[in-house]
Antibody
Framework: EVQLVESGGGLVQPGGSLRLSCAASGFTFSTYWIHWVRQAPGKGLMWVSRIKFDGITTNYADSVKGRFTISRDNAKNTVHLQMNSLRAEDTGVYYC????????????WGQGSLVTVSS | QSALTQPASVSGSPGQSITISCTGTSSDIGSYNYVSWYQQHPGKAPKLILYDVSNRPSEVSNRFSSSKSGNTASLTISGLQAEDEADYYCNSYTSSSTYVFGTGTKVTVL
């Protein structure tokens, strides 16, 4: 069974940093793109970032570029999202999402981790 | 990277059909057949219901269908059921090697 479990969320002050982790199981982790998608409270979905299975190719939404860094450890089946210079508008539930193989959609989602940026 | 445009809400009676539009640009929907749709019930993670414009995962009801014309994609739910009441989001790959979601549509079953 495919599982994606996020951790590391919490309350952080504006300008602060937080590191989210996503632990994957139930599939050959090293052959899939992994994405982060966030959802502000009561709002819609926003794609944040993705990382290729080789751990080298990454992409970011304009609103987080230069502040967020995605990385992965294929030996530990884990993806991280390092979030720096956090703003109130970064508040939301962050979902770890698997990209379908050789395709451009998202086939499995984690349950999400809540990040709250507030003083 | 502006969000794709969807109607805020759509409603219908049980058994009816409804259609949700998703309008983008020539840099996303208009350039790729990589449009997908997701259903989200309150408090739950989104679930894939359609991909590559019109393909449906095997476990998803055939009451869900979709299409694309130019810069606009559409999701149709036929034979509307109470369990279809949820939020629906479209998504497209973009020419910037990123992804963009729609603004979301709340479906209400009257």
């Amino acid at each position: 069974e495919v599982q994606l479990v996020e951790s590391g969320g919490g309350l952080v002050q504006p300008g602060g940093s937080l590191r989210l982790s996503c632990a994957a199981s139930g599939f050959t982790f090293s052959t899939y793109w992994i994405h982060w998608v966030r959802q502000a409270p009561g709002k819609g979905l926003m794609w944040v970032s993705r990382i290729k299975f080789d751990g080298i190719t990454t992409n970011y939404a304009d609103s987080v570029k230069g502040r967020f860094t995605i990385s992965r450890d294929n030996a530990k089946n884990t993806v991280h999202l390092q979030m720096n210079s956090l703003r109130a508008e970064d508040t939301g539930v962050y979902y770890c999402v698997r990209g379908a193989k050789w395709a451009y959609f998202f086939d499995y989602w984690g349950q999400g981790s809540l990040v709250t940026v507030s003083s | 990277q502006s969000a794709l445009t969807q109607p805020a809400s759509v409603s219908g009676s049980p058994g009816q059909s409804i259609t949700i539009s998703c309008t983008g640009t020539s840099s996303d929907i208009g350039s790729y057949n990589y449009v997908s749709w997701y259903q989200q019930h309150p408090g739950k993670a989104p679930k894939l219901i359609l991909y590559d414009v019109s393909n449906r995962p095997s476990e998803v009801s055939n009451r869900f269908s979709s299409s694309k014309s130019g810069n606009t994609a559409s999701l149709t739910i036929s034979g509307l059921q109470a369990e279809d009441e949820a939020d629906y989001y479209c998504n497209s790959y973009t020419s910037s090697s990123t992804y963009v979601f729609g603004t979301g549509t709340k479906v209400t079953v009257l």
